[in-house]
């Protein structure tokens, strides 16, 4: 009965304009109750709340050739009801097409590592795509645009997963590189400091010799003495001058049946009696281990 009487009621979130015989009448009517001739005039009510428009998902190729897959949400509302009635016939629908055909071509000029990385710069060059064909001829405003999903080729993602796999990979045999070149450093350092103090190499032995006792071995290495070492490093150029005079060679005119007298014998060689002196230093120092392993295996 209201209706026929030509009142209408506009809510808040929505504005009217008012038809008269095909014309639009200036200026639009406020939310609330309001009346209009109900045989020479009309109203339309526009939504001016802020609409969710999703974008079907469009397959494009980026600028470096990969095809993909994506999906977006556009937020938009009217600012000018007149120009969202009169310019265009379904706003609605006009905004979804001129979003789909916009996120192609930006993907189309944008790279795979761009849309996967810099959504935020996609977005603003989204909206501004979008926005300047709809606010200024059709009154609409995009307020927002996000890209929702970005869908890849099963191939890409098998390549991307290699990638960073090499990647990882790289890092720890780098990672591994610095340690050892950190440790060659602070080994050369106690070197030179066990250079300067031969207890304090003595010592090293005998810990390095407890560390392996303490695994319960059935056979014990004992390393030779350092100074055993040294004692054949200064018997060895007193040897030298010895035999060189043995190694003289006989001048080849004389013969032996032709010498004046007996040839004397040669020199006797010190170094195979140093060697049996030192095969006895190390049968003396592992007698003791020998015999405590020899118990065990009588009991």
């Known amino acids: 009965m209201v209706g026929m009487f030509g009142f209408k009621i506009v809510n808040q979130y929505e504005t009217g304009l008012v038809f008269r015989f095909g014309r639009v009448l200036p200026g639009t009517r406020a939310p609330g109750l309001t009346w209009v001739n109900p045989f020479t005039s009309r109203i339309r009510k526009v939504n001016m709340q802020i609409v969710t428009a999703a974008v079907p998902g469009q397959e494009a ?23 969202a009635l009169i310019n265009v016939q379904n706003y609605a629908y006009a905004v979804s097409q001129v979003a789909q055909t916009s996120l192609r071509s930006v993907i189309g000029q944008s790279d795979m590592d761009q849309l996967l990385s810099d959504r935020d710069k996609i977005n603003a060059h989204l909206k501004e795509v979008i926005d300047a064909p709809t ?22 993602k098998r390549s ?17 590189a610095d340690g050892e070149y950190q440790a060659s450093k602070k080994l050369a350092q106690a070197a030179s400091v066990m250079a300067a103090d031969p207890a304090a190499l003595q010592l090293r032995l005998l810990q390095t010799v407890v560390e392996v006792s303490a695994e319960k071995n059935s056979t014990l290495v004992m390393p030779i003495p350092v100074e055993l070492l040294r004692f054949f490093d200064r018997a060895a150029p007193t040897a030298a001058p010895a035999a060189a005079p043995a190694a003289a060679p006989v001048p080849p005119a004389v013969t032996a ?4 007298g007996p040839v004397p014998p040669a020199a006797p060689d010190p170094l195979p009696e140093l060697a049996r002196a030192s095969v006895k230093a190390i049968d003396a120092l592992l007698a003791p281990l020998n015999g405590a392993a020899k118990e065990p295996a009588a009991e």
């Open 61 to 83: 190729i980026t600028r470096d050739n990969v095809t993909l897959r994506v999906d977006a949400v556009v937020y938009y509302r009217v600012i000018d009801p007149l120009k």
């Open 135 to 156: 606010e200024q001829p059709w009154g609409i405003r995009v307020e927002r645009v996000e890209i929702k999903d970005v869908s890849l080729p099963e191939t890409m």
């Open 160 to 176: 991307m997963s290699r990638q960073a796999e090499a990647e990882r990979e790289r890092r720890a045999r780098i990672i591994a």
């Open 257 to 260: 049946a032709e010498a004046p």
